[in-house]
């Protein structure tokens, strides 16, 4: 499959930003920034709490409704977890699985981010699998290494049918929330990388149909040129998926 049958995803990662009170006003922003037939898919992934009040507003809008964890167990003694069917039940269709962050400061593993997104495409939900190499990985040459071990470990247990629901982010960790962005050739060899670690497992077609979006302080000014890259289908947004006007700039990046 060409690159341009592939349609482009452009996902919003609000992080803990945004209470109930504020996310009302970013929706309004949003939905008025955003076409309603935009040429790409569209996603914001919102604190657990301004859920019940995105999944009212977006109701019948073109931006669908992500959240940004979720348990791999579909409910039980897990305090302060979220588990994938509630998050189907609530209104989300989207959910960010092994985020850096959680990498990084929540001790989320290779293994329990598997099983964290064999949980949410049982449920029905899309996945959003992370994976990126920090600065000393990159220094030693060893991002393809890195992003393929982790890909592989995400996608264990998971079909080629489930696959349909699972998009794949490569978020260099040095790369997210520093304004430092990987070059488009960066991003764009592992993100190759990445479909062909895809094809040896599931075969060339169901590679070719995989989406694979890039993030790592994408805006409006980068936006252009990496998505233009062959194996990049779309972004992961942090900082700049706060401010409407510049998520519209990217959404609109992906109608050349
Ligand atoms: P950033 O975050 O765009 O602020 O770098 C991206 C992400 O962490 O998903």
Redesign the pocket.
Known sequence: MEKNKRKPVIAG?W?MNNGPAAAGGLLDALLSAIPAQPVCEVVVCVPFLDIPLAAEKLKGSSIALGAQNCHFAASGAYTGEISAPMLAETGCSHV?IG???RRQYFGETDETAGQRLKAAVEAGLTAIL?VGENLTERDAGQELEKCTAQLTAGLAGVTEQELERVLV?Y?PVW?????R?ATAEEAARVCGALRQAVAEQYGAPAAQKLRILY?????EKNARELLAQPDIDG???????LKAGSFGAIVDACQD
């Open positions: 990662n992080k960010i985020h850096s962050e992370c982010a978020e790369a997210i929330g520093t304004g962005t993030g790592g302080s994408m805006n972004g992961l947004i942090g900082g700049a998926s």
